[in-house]
């Protein structure tokens, strides 16, 4: 199916652990974005890129990793869960810049993530 | 710093009446101002944007009013519907080129009552 993906959908861990939380998309979309959402806090960016090979940190990059060797994937890791790292994770992707259009961003539909 | 504040943080609306949701930035260099539309258990979708070289702009029951001097936009939805009880988020991009990122509000949760 065509779109932007993201797996799981729901995910409980342990603190101390190792999560990967994978994004896909398939529109060939230059940028990608990793946000986290919490109450109180609307949005925030993790990590974004606006290519395979070149990432950025965004406003909360710390405990998080991300890697882009593909241009249609976008994982993000938490190397060491913590409880404050619960949350629902959005990744999304841009068009490159062209068109009247090209700042909208398209939204997957979220992982929610649970650290005990 | 919260460069995008946004308020009310939550809003009740009766149904056919006016929802008005309003962002605030602090700073100039912006030049894309969107509004997203989350329904519970989606992600975000884009409901309408403006850029800064224009004051208004309508899109069925939603307007978007953009004040650049008092540096504050809104989101107007006429003849609100229970469908739209969501949460809304205003967005802003810096100008430039080379820069793509979004920063958003804390989000309003509309709810509308039939």
């Known amino acids: 199916d065509a779109g932007i993906t993201q797996s799981p959908r729901y995910k409980i861990t342990e603190t101390g652990r190792q999560v990967t939380l994978m994004c896909h998309q398939t529109?060939?979309?230059?940028?990608m974005f990793w946000y986290r959402q919490d109450l109180g806090h609307g949005l925030r960016l993790i990590y974004y890129s606006a290519a395979a090979d070149i990432t950025d940190k965004g406003e909360v990059p710390d405990g998080y990793v991300v890697s882009r060797s593909k241009t249609e994937n976008f994982p993000l890791t938490l190397e060491s869960a913590t409880r404050s790292q619960t949350s629902v994770y959005f990744c999304?992707?841009?068009?490159?810049?062209?068109?009247?259009?090209?700042?909208?961003?398209?939204f997957g539909p979220g992982t929610r993530l649970t650290v005990l | 710093q919260q460069q995008v504040k946004q308020s009310p943080q939550s809003l009740i609306v009766q149904k056919g009446g006016i929802s008005i949701i309003n962002c605030a930035y602090e700073?100039?260099?912006?030049?894309?101002f969107p509004w997203y539309q989350q329904f519970p258990g989606k992600g975000p979708a884009l409901l309408i944007a403006i850029r800064p070289d224009v004051s208004e702009k309508k899109e069925g029951r939603f307007t978007i009013s953009f004040n650049k001097s008092a540096k504050q936009f809104s989101l107007h939805i006429m003849d609100s519907q229970p469908g739209d009880s969501a949460t809304y988020f205003c967005a802003v991009k810096p100008a430039g080129a080379g820069s793509y990122q979004l920063t958003f509000g804390k989000g309003t949760k509309l709810s509308v009552i039939p």
């Open positions: 700073n100039t260099a912006f030049d894309y």
């Open positions: 529109w060939s979309h230059s940028y």
């Open positions: 999304a992707s841009r068009r490159p810049a062209r068109g009247a259009s090209y700042n909208e961003q398209f």
